[in-house]
């Protein structure tokens, strides 16, 4: 069973800074591009930031020079470094593994960052 593990949300000021974890465990298809997508009350789900296999890095202008995403292939792990958080980067926030094969992705169940003014 293909299970997206996510650590690192939670509560703070603004100006802050949180690192969140997701490792991806348990899939049978390589693991290609992974990511951050966050969700905030009354949006639609967006992407943060991703990362291919091969360090190829995309992120939302919104996000650009404050968040960092990194990974380690051998663990199948992704990682947000996010910096200098504003209130309007409250939102849970979503892992997605997309596999080599097309169509097959995955997502974890989210973890809720807040922050606060």
């Known amino acids: 069973q293909v299970q997206l593990v996510e650590s690192g949300g939670g509560l703070v000021q603004a100006g802050g800074s949180l690192r969140l974890s997701c490792a991806c465990s348990g899939s049978r298809i390589s693991i290609n591009s992974m990511g951050w997508y966050r969700q905030a009350p009354g949006k639609q789900r967006e992407l943060v930031a991703a990362?291919?296999?091969?360090?190829?890095?995309n992120y939302a202008d919104s996000v650009k020079g404050r968040f960092t995403i990194s990974r380690d292939n051998a663990k199948n792990t992704v990682y947000l470094q996010m910096n200098t958080l504003k209130p309007e980067d409250t939102a849970d926030y979503y892992c997605n593994a997309e596999t080599t094969l097309p169509g097959i992705r995955y997502w974890g169940k989210g973890t809720l960052v807040t922050v606060s003014s």
């Open positions: 990362i291919t296999r091969g360090g190829s890095t």
